[in-house]
């Protein structure tokens, strides 16, 4: 029986993923059309992108170094605190979508993980949306 490649392995490791999670956060730092999301992120970004690296790197099959520092993820949990809509759950997928086109993911490959991380992107969703113009 042979080895199952998973997506850590066919995207080539912690240095593919490092990249990933690296031009995910350029991206969220110069994009002017995903400010709201930049926004309820701390100035440095340096400790989201490690955490990032560390959840994605357990999530995609490799190493689970994110539940090895800090227990299970828990992410609707944990991101509670922040207002989650669908235009925000959009400038996250926005990032993370342009993030694996620039670093020359597979598209087939890159197409899967769209895919799993819109699902789990909209479970992020905490709050109502706004009408575009009203405000709070």
């Known amino acids: 029986m042979g080895m199952q490649s998973t997506p850590y392995d066919l995207l080539g490791g912690a240095d593919r993923i490092r990249e990933l999670t690296d031009r995910f956060y350029d991206l969220m730092d110069s994009l002017p ?3 709201q999301l930049r ?20 999530w995609l099959g490799g190493p689970p170094l994110y539940e090895q520092r800090y227990g299970h993820p828990q992410l609707r949990a944990r991101h509670l605190p922040f207002p989650i809509d669908s ?8 990032c993370m979508s ?7 993911v597979d598209e087939f490959l890159a197409a899967q993980i769209r895919g799993a ?5 909209d479970h992020m969703r905490n709050r109502a949306d706004i009408p575009e113009g009203s405000e709070t």
Do not use: C
Not at 87 to 94: A, I, N, V
């Open 33 to 35: 059309e995903v400010a």
């Open 39 to 58: 926004s309820v992120h701390p100035p440095n970004l340096n400790g989201a992108r490690e955490k990032l690296f560390q959840y994605l790197s357990g």
């Open 87 to 94: 235009r925000m759950r959009d400038q996250w997928m926005l």
């Open 98 to 104: 342009r993030a694996l086109t620039d670093i020359g």
């Open 117 to 121: 991380l819109a699902s789990l992107a």
